[in-house]
């Protein structure tokens, strides 16, 4: 065969520093933009992204070649910067350390951007720590709780 053929779909997860609420509307708005721009400068394609002020969900498409921890050092490090230059109140923004990174199916693609659109609605109901470790026990991830939020 010869070429690369591939269809590499992954639901990311991160928060703010100590889940703090900065992503408001207003800014998320812009930041997700933004954010897409990165991901397709990386080669990748950003489907869907949302949130609530104190994290987001991207839905993506990435390639077989990179790896997705370089892919988040890059959004994070890049969309830093560009938070404090854009916005002077939010001079102690801070991205968490980590992120949650989960395969999609295609198959599963119009139920992962409902539970994107949805956050909203969603996170009236329940907060990120809560909903966060609902999907690692669901994906079957091991993890010790008291290392999963800072």
Known sequence: MPGTYSQLLLHVVFSTKHREPWITPDVAERLYAYMGGIVRAENGVLF???GVEDHLHMYLRWRPDGKIS?????VKARTSKWVHDEFAALAAFAWQEG???????????PAVKKYIAGQRKHHAKED????LLKML???EIEFEEKYVFD
């Open 48 to 50: 869907d992204i949302g």
């Open 70 to 74: 370089d892919l988040m050092r890059t």
């Open 99 to 109: 992120y949650s990174v989960f395969s999609v199916s295609k198959s599963n693609e």
């Open 128 to 131: 990120f720590k809560t909903e």
């Open 137 to 139: 026990r669901l994906h």
